[in-house]
Nanobody, 123 residues
């Protein structure tokens, strides 16, 4: 059974930083494409960042230059470093995974999802 343990969400002021972490178990981590999605109230899920098993990364336009995704295959973890946070970054952030990187293409939907962690950017 695939399980994720997400941590690092919380309340931060605009311009601040947060670091989200996701530890995966129950699956061979190194073959997975890992990604972070977010969902704000009343809005659909939005892909924030993705990293493939080969280390290729991609970001949503709204976070390019501010967020960085990284993975540690030895520790089965993926992290999302979020800098220069804005109020519009407020959302529930979910760790996701799929052996098929095409599930992260437009219209795709990864097979495995964490429960999500709340990020609130407010003064």
């Amino acid at each position: 059974q695939v399980q994720f343990v997400e941590s690092g969400g919380g309340l931060v002021q605009p311009g601040g930083s947060l670091r989200l972490s996701c530890a995966a178990s129950g699956i061979i981590f190194s073959i997975l494409t890992m990604g972070w999605y977010r969902q704000a109230p009343g809005k659909p899920h939005e892909l924030v960042a993705v990293t493939t098993s080969t280390g290729w990364t991609n970001y949503g336009d709204a976070v390019k230059g501010r967020f960085t995704i990284s993975r540690d295959n030895a520790k089965n973890t993926v992290t999302l470093q979020m800098n220069s946070l804005k109020p519009e970054d407020t959302a529930v952030y979910s760790c996701t995974a799929d052996p098929d990187s095409r599930k992260y293409d437009s219209g795709g939907y990864p097979s495995y999802w964490g429960q999500g962690t709340q990020v609130t950017v407010s003064s």
